[in-house]
Nanobody, 123 residues
Framework: QVQLVESGGGLVQAGGSLRLSCAAS????????MGWYRQAPGRQRELVAG???????NYADSLKGRFTISRDNAKNTMYLQMNSLKPEDTAKYYC?????????????????WGQGTQVTVSS
């Protein structure tokens, strides 16, 4: 199994910054695309940003310029730098990884999700 653990969430005032981390562990052979998603109460989960193993990135149009995704492949860790935060950024943020395991002599490729970290932006 692959475990994803997010950290770095919290309460911040509007205009402030937070840096989220997502650490992957377990029987990892490789991690392909990783991404950050968020879900606010009463709303669907939405893509925030994604990053390939080669470092190519994509962002939700509304977040370009404020959020930056990055990853450290050697540490199996992904980051999300969030600047100029707004109250509408309040949500639970989840990381997702498309990962391949090596387990019992076979490869298994699946999508894995973390438990999420809460980000609350006060006005």
């Amino acid at each position: 199994q692959v475990q994803l653990v997010e950290s770095g969430g919290g309460l911040v005032q509007a205009g402030g910054s937070l840096r989220l981390s997502c650490a992957a562990s377990g029987s990892i052979f490789s991690i392909n695309t990783m991404g950050w998603y968020r879900q606010a109460p009463g709303r669907q989960r939405e893509l925030v940003a994604g990053i390939t193993s080669g470092g190519s990135t994509n962002y939700a149009d509304s977040l370009k310029g404020r959020f930056t995704i990055s990853r450290d492949n050697a540490k199996n860790t992904m980051y999300l730098q969030m600047n100029s935060l707004k109250p509408e950024d309040t949500a639970k943020y989840y990381c997702k990884a498309d990962a391949t395991e090596w387990r019992r002599g076979s490869y298994y490729r699946n999508d894995y999700w973390g438990q999420g970290t809460q980000v609350t932006v006060s006005s």
